[in-house]
């Protein structure tokens, strides 16, 4: 439980700055700096979908560029993003393991890597939960089993 806690308080606390690191800063007319800004408006207006898309074309109109960086990045961040009703942890890894591989040295490097050992802890844990739920239910059959041997005796 406690280790549910920091990890949920950890995602909190990393989701909860992101929305102004994407741009290159808040007056940037350039054309990716428009399309940046109008992704970022969707993930905070929560239409992660649209967010996602958006900062994916950026990504392939603008391949080994700051602007791609900071889309993966974004990428990752919206599909693990404390309001987005659709988390996608999958997802979320595979990006922050993409920023990571292209980009080690970039300045959300730390972040990154901190995210991605917050979502790896979080899908061994569901994977840990399943496995756990699937032996309570044969204990329970296994103890039905035994009760109705009881009966018959």
């Known amino acids: 439980m406690k280790r549910s806690i920091y990890l949920l308080f950890l995602m909190v606390w990393f989701a909860g700055g992101c929305a102004g ?22 993930m905070e207006d929560y239409k992660y979908p649209e967010s996602i898309a958006a900062f994916q074309k950026i ?18 961040t919206a599909y693990v993003a404390a309001e987005n009703p659709h988390k996608d942890y ?14 080690p040295k ?5 972040d990154a890597r901190n995210w991605r050992q917050a979502i790896k802890m979080i899908i061994d844990s569901k994977k840990e939960n399943e496995r756990l739920l699937k032996n309570i239910e044969k204990l329970k059959q296994l103890d039905m089993r035994q009760e109705q041997k009881r009966q018959v005796k």
Do not use: C, M
């Open 21 to 42: 690191l994407f741009t290159g800063g808040s007056g940037d007319h350039t054309v990716p700096g428009r399309k940046s800004a109008e992704a970022i408006k969707l």
């Open 59 to 76: 990504v392939e109109e603008y391949p080994k560029s700051d602007w791609e960086a900071n889309s993966i990045y974004s990428i990752a």
């Open 90 to 103: 999958g997802q979320a890894l595979i990006h922050f393991e993409k920023f990571l591989s292209l980009y």
């Open 106 to 110: 970039h300045e959300r490097a730390a």
